[in-house]
C-alpha cells in the first residue's frame, strides 16, 4: 500500500471542511428555490381546483335556473319568468330545433308581459310542419299548447350543451347562438309510435352583467 505524504494529508485535511462547506451551502441555496417550487405547483393545484369548483356551480345554478323556468311554465305561471328574460335580447320563441332570425318572434321583457294579459293578440309563429298550416295564436295559448312544459314534468334528461334529439330538422342553435350556454329537457317518444312522439325543450342562456339570462326557448320534435 502507497502512503500519502505529510504535505498531500494537510492539504486534503485542509481541504475537507471547505468541501463539506460548500456543499452545506449548496444545499442551503436550494431550499428555499424548492420551497418556492413546491409553493408554485400547490397555487396552481388551488386555482385548477377554483376553477373546477366555479365551474360545477356555475351548472348547478344554471340547472336550477332551467328546472325553476320549466316549472313556472308548467304551471302557468308565465309572468313569474319575466325577470329571466334578458333586459336586452329579449326572449325568442322557435317552434322547431331550425331558429329563423328573420322570422322568429322576439319579445323583450315588457312586451311578453303585455301579450300575457292582452291575450287577444294573435301572433304567426311560423309553419307546423308536415301539414303547412300555420300557427296562429295569441302567446299565453302557444306557451300553454306548443311549449306544452308540462310534458317534461316525467322523468326527462337534462342535459347541458347538449342535444338528445334525434329529428330531421336541422339544429342551428350553436350557430346562432355561438357564445350562449343551453340547457336541453328531452323525453324519449313511445314505443306505440315507433319513439318518434319524443318531444324537447331548449332554454337558451347569456350572461349580461354577470347574471344569466334567457335568450330562447326552442321547441323540438320528429319533424318529416
Known amino acids: 500500500m502507497t502512503k500519502l505524504s505529510t504535505t498531500s494529508a494537510l492539504s486534503m485535511m485542509f481541504a475537507l471542511p471547505l468541501l463539506l462547506s460548500g456543499c452545506q ?45 320549466q316549472q313556472a311554465l308548467t304551471n302557468g305561471d308565465y309572468a313569474s319568468i319575466a325577470n329571466d328574460i334578458h333586459p336586452n335580447r329579449g ?27 292582452e291575450s287577444n293578440i294573435r301572433f304567426t309563429w311560423g309553419e307546423k310542419d308536415g301539414i303547412g298550416d300555420l300557427l296562429i295564436t295569441p302567446l299565453p295559448d302557444y306557451l300553454r299548447t306548443w311549449v306544452n312544459a308540462s310534458v317534461f314534468d316525467d322523468n326527462p334528461t337534462i342535459s347541458l350543451n347538449n342535444s338528445q334529439a334525434m329529428g330531421n330538422s336541422i339544429d342551428n342553435l350553436n350557430k346562432i347562438y355561438q357564445n350562449s350556454d343551453f340547457v336541453e329537457f328531452y323525453i324519449n317518444g313511445s314505443e306505440e309510435y315507433g319513439g318518434m312522439d319524443w318531444r324537447a325543450m331548449r332554454l337558451v342562456f347569456d350572461t ?17
Not at 38 to 63: E, F, P
Not at 213 to 218: E, F, G, N, S, T
Open 91 to 117: 326572449v325568442r320563441f322557435s317552434m322547431y330545433a331550425y331558429i329563423r332570425p328573420e322570422s322568429d318572434k322576439v319579445f323583450s321583457r315588457a312586451q311578453y308581459l303585455q301579450y300575457l294579459h
Open 25 to 69: 451551502s449548496q444545499s442551503i441555496m436550494s431550499a428555499p428555490q424548492n420551497i418556492a417550487q413546491n409553493n408554485t405547483d400547490q397555487n396552481s393545484i388551488d386555482q385548477n381546483n377554483s376553477d373546477i369548483d366555479t365551474a360545477v356551480i356555475n351548472q348547478q345554478t344554471l340547472k336550477q335556473q332551467s328546472l325553476r323556468i
Open 208 to 224: 349580461y352583467q354577470g347574471k344569466r339570462y334567457l335568450v330562447a326557448i326552442i321547441s323540438d320534435q320528429w319533424t318529416i
